[in-house]
């Protein structure tokens, strides 16, 4: 078995109103239910907005500090999971059904 990051990009913005984020997390709770009995999750979770993150950035012998995301963007990374199925295929088909299920991007990414 190999291990896959399915990460989701969502664009920047206004959140979608309580009644449509509801009914995707339904289908995500489905889903990540889907993973689990097929023995493929391992672990997802959402992220707070990119405004709260925090990079660390090598420069000599210092580490500067900076407020916000890496890079500036129409999108930013929202949230993952992580599967653990057979090969690529695999996957990729859990990507599909991922990118469905929360109406998003997903980039899906062999860990080393």
């Not at 907005?49 to 999108?75: I, Q």
């Not at 999971?81 to 088909?93: G, Y």
């Amino acid at each position: 078995m190999s291990q896959y990051l399915l990460s989701v990009y969502q664009p920047d913005g206004p959140i979608p109103e309580p009644e449509v984020l509801a009914a995707i997390g339904e289908d995500l709770d489905r889903l990540n239910d889907e993973m689990r009995a097929a023995g493929a999750w391992v672990f997802s979770n959402g992220l707070l907005p990119a405004a709260s993150a925090t990079v660390l950035r090598p420069d000599g012998d210092e580490v500067l500090v900076t407020d916000g995301p890496f890079a500036e963007g129409k999108e930013h990374l929202g949230g993952f999971t992580i599967v653990d199925v057979p090969d690529l295929d695999a996957a990729l088909a859990w990507g599909r059904r991922l990118a469905v299920a929360s109406t998003l991007p997903i980039e899906v990414r062999p860990f080393a």
